[in-house]
């Protein structure tokens, strides 16, 4: 037997789904045979599952990463209905919550996770997980799951993509948690809790990370790119030309290639393509659909009733067709497929898979990249995904405190991407020159009209302009002379937008103006540095209260080095 197929931890690790017929197995020293696959949980989920129940002792949330297809349905079912089962009283349950809408990926987890049984004290038991949609189930049953189920421990799967500050999960949870004091442990599991661990390391989430070790028989983003079997959707011929599906009504030469590649391999064989939208996926499958008189080929997609049909395991499916009929289909999805479900068996015959994401790093690899992870044994697939994406994607699963690192924000940042949907570039990283700046004071329109002691003292410098300039452009409004050091910013010009004003006035209140942000559009003439600023001195003026702050630059400025941000908008930073 294969050193993959790893001995149990005990007897209580061998399972079997509810409805499992006795049919075609054989009991063999205590291990469960069904059509020559082994029904167990390897020992790196085992290890997971540990690892979490160890930190739920002394953490109210934990934050599992495990890389994609890894085994973590068999690490929640071992954690659920073993470990934390063990000290449940009765009638205490897990709630087991998804946040992906796909239909296909609920049933999966009720089958692998609420109808399986587990064995305990020398007989099978049934399950304690109770599997749920965050929408609609969650949403319109928080308060009822948590007190009727008994809930003890909430397992929030592929949470970054539940995690929001508008989402179900904190408008029905996470609020009332932090808020009362409700009694329940959470473990956030994902390959991308990108926002969960974001917020950890600022401070702002109290709860234990765990990342598992990657085993080596695990064929993931990592051997994928080791074995350059990535074609860069970005670039794919080395002279930076991108990788399309269309030219307006036709195939491209670069997709036609592959889906003759493709097609033209022996045996049966699947073949996933992402479309942008609805008429790019229907005008896909019409047009792949005429290379039926030439090979054996359908299309399907579109909806999802055409995805379970390729996903299913009856005999009038197409898995059926392509595992028992060497035929050939290609799967065409749009947001489908995105993270959790596990195509099974069907990996071994998986042969071009077309990954048409490119700006997050967390859907451009939990995708179908994704979903032809795991533990099997088929390299002979043909990817074209972003490889700028997987190589970061490759990064964070080798150590994920790297997005703690400016080095690493700023390079994900200048290459383009973003983490996830709620953990955005807030700006890039740059040069730019910063200017010593002093504020002045404040001052009244009557303290021009009085000449006053304080403001002439400001002005017995004629390179930042004269009372002259000073009394046409306040008391006057006159705009400033083309070679005039002065510039203004006043509270009239801000009719239809106040809020933008306040905020200039404060800076001044608190001395904290960037000269050169407020007066950027006023550059030094042609023959000098264009970046370097002309004027010298700004007025941010009030017209209602009739006051005015002074603001001068007095020097030429240094080059200062901005660092990229990051903005989290998830629950975990509320």
């Given at each position: ?39 167990q ?39 659920s ?57 969650f ?36 609020k ?19 926002c ?38 970005n ?23 592959d ?18 939208d ?58 489908a ?108 329109f ?49 009719k239809k937008?106040k ?50 702050y ?25």
């Open positions: 037997m294969e050193n993959a197929f790893n001995k149990l931890f005990d007897l209580f690790n061998i399972y079997k789904l509810n409805n499992t017929s006795k049919k075609n197995e054989i009991n063999t020293n205590n291990i469960i045979y069904k059509d020559d696959v082994i029904n949980i390897y020992s790196n989920s085992i290890k997971l599952a540990n690892n979490i129940n160890d930190a739920l002792i002394d953490n109210n949330i934990v934050v599992a990463i495990a890389p994609m297809q890894f085994g973590k349905t068999d690490t929640v079912h071992y954690l209905n073993f470990l934390l089962s063990k000290n449940y009283e009765q009638g205490e349950t897990t709630l087991f919550m998804t946040s992906m809408s796909d239909s296909a990926l609920l049933i999966q987890n009720k089958e692998s996770l609420e109808n399986r049984k587990f064995y305990f004290d020398n007989k099978w038991n049934d399950s304690v997980t109770h599997v749920v949609k965050m929408v609609p189930d949403r319109d049953n928080a308060i009822d799951y948590l007190k009727k189920l008994n809930v003890k421990v909430i397992i929030f799967d592929e949470c970054d993509y539940g995690s929001g500050k508008n989402s179900v999960f904190n408008k029905n949870l996470f009332l948690i932090k808020t009362n004091k409700i009694d329940v442990k959470i473990v956030l599991i994902s390959a991308t809790p990108y969960a661990v974001n917020a950890i390391f600022n401070g702002e989430l109290n709860a234990k990370i765990i990342q598992t070790d990657t085993p080596e028989n695990y064929f993931g983003v990592s051997k994928m790119l080791d074995l350059n079997m990535i074609k860069d959707i670039d794919f011929d080395g002279q930076g030309t991108p990788y399309r599906l269309l030219d307006k009504f036709k195939l491209t030469n670069e997709f036609s290639n889906l003759d590649w493709f097609i033209n391999e022996n045996g049966g064989g699947l073949a996933i393509v992402r479309a942008e609805k008429y790019n996926a229907n005008t896909l499958k019409t047009l792949i659909e005429d290379y039926s008189d030439k090979y054996e080929v359908i299309a399907v997609g579109v909806r999802f009733s055409s995805i379970k049909s390729v996903l299913g395991d009856d005999s009038f499916t197409w898995k059926h067709s392509i595992m028992h009929e060497n035929k050939k289909i290609v799967l065409i999805v749009i947001n497929l995105s993270a959790g479900k596990d195509l099974g068996s069907l990996k071994n015959y998986v042969r071009l898979v077309i990954e048409t994401r490119k700006k997050m790093i967390a859907n451009g690899s939990q995708g179908l990249v994704g979903r032809i992870c795991g533990y099997h044994k088929n390299k002979n697939i043909r990817i074209i995904a972003s490889k700028n994406i997987l190589e970061n994607y490759k990064l964070l699963e080798d150590n994920i405190s790297i997005i703690d690192d400016q080095k690493f924000i700023d390079s994900i940042n200048d290459s383009g991407l973003d983490f996830s949907t709620q953990l955005r570039k807030q700006k890039k990283s740059k040069t730019k020159l910063k200017y010593e700046t002093i504020v002045n004071g404040i001052f009244k009557d303290d021009i009209i009085n000449k006053s002691k304080e403001l002439m003292d400001n002005l017995n410098n004629p390179e930042f302009g004269s009372y002259d300039e000073f009394y046409n452009t306040i008391i006057n409004n006159k705009k400033s002379s083309a070679n005039s050091p002065i510039n203004t910013q006043r509270s009239s010009k801000y937008n809020t933008i004003f306040n905020i200039i006035w404060g800076e001044c209140q608190n001395n904290t103006i960037d000269f050169g942000s407020r007066f950027h559009r006023f550059r030094a003439e042609k023959n000098d540095d264009p970046r370097r600023l002309r004027i010298k001195r700004g007025l941010i003026i009030n017209d209602e209260t009739k006051q005015f002074i603001v001068d630059r007095i020097d030429n400025g240094s080059l200062i080095k901005f660092n990229s941000e990051v903005k989290n908008e998830s629950c975990y930073n509320n």
